[in-house]
């Protein structure tokens, strides 16, 4: 199946400092890719659509300025965490639709740990 | 709005027995159902699938079954193994559709 990156996989930063996240298509072009948060034993909460060329859909109680999503290029999505909390502390998986065949593909996930 | 139930939330089974998770959706445009497998610490990976045009689909040891009238489907391991064990999700979308609604998930332990 095609494969969808995630760089770091893991950070650890202090509160109030920013943190970027990407998220990579690595063999497929991806006009769409979903951000979503994962707290342990929970299901995934989708966070936001990020659209290539235009701005980013946020679901309902997400803060867009808060989580700052930049979809620059067809293959790259970036979510910036700034002036992170120990509240923000999680699991953050990215994923991308084939649109061939409907698929949607996920990143290994980026542990954040806001000290 | 739309919704994906998904039961039990956790399962537990002996090493070689039969696990099935069950699903069912709300949205009636809903003709692609996907199923994940989720080991701790990384992100959800797909392991089969299934069209509305079709009401069965294995792949060894595994298979979904899809009742659209009962807007049902499940998920069948046979000879399960404890590498087996994970978090699994079920999912629903409608094809061309924007997003894919995912169950909360069953975390399945199988028993060596």
């Known amino acids: 199946g095609a494969v969808v990156s995630q760089h770091p996989s893991w950070v650890i930063c202090k509160s109030g400092t920013s943190v970027k996240i990407e998220c990579r298509s690595l063999?497929?072009?991806?006009?769409?890719m979903f951000w979503y948060r994962q707290f342990p034993k929970q299901s995934l909460m989708l966070m936001a659509t990020?659209?290539?060329?235009?701005?980013?859909?946020?679901e309902q109680g997400v803060e867009k300025d808060k989580f700052l999503i930049n979809h620059a290029s067809l293959t790259l999505s970036t979510l910036t965490v700034t002036s992170a909390h120990p509240e923000d502390s999680s699991f953050y998986i990215c994923?991308?639709?084939?649109?061939?065949?409907?698929?949607?593909?996920f990143g290994p996930g980026t542990r954040l740990t806001v000290l | 709005g739309e919704n994906v139930e998904q039961h039990p939330s956790t399962l537990s089974v002996q090493e070689g027995d039969s696990a099935v998770i069950k699903c069912t959706y709300s949205?009636?445009?809903?003709?692609?159902f996907p199923w994940y497998k989720q080991e701790l610490g990384k992100g959800p990976q797909l392991i089969i699938d299934?069209?509305?045009?079709?009401g069965e689909k294995k792949d060894q040891r595994i298979a979904v079954t899809l009742n659209k009238t009962a807007k049902h489907f499940s998920l069948h391991i046979t000879e399960t193994q404890p590498e087996d064990s994970a978090v699994y999700f079920c999912?629903?979308?409608?094809?061309?559709?924007?997003?894919?609604?995912f169950g909360a998930g069953t975390r399945l332990f199988v028993k060596a």
């Open positions: 299934i069209r509305s045009n079709v």
């Open positions: 063999d497929f072009q991806a006009t769409t």
């Open positions: 990020s659209n290539e060329g235009s701005k980013a859909t946020y």
């Open positions: 949205d009636s445009a809903s003709n692609y």
């Open positions: 999912a629903a979308k409608s094809i061309g559709g924007f997003k894919t609604i």
């Open positions: 994923s991308a639709p084939d649109t061939y065949t409907d698929t949607q593909y």
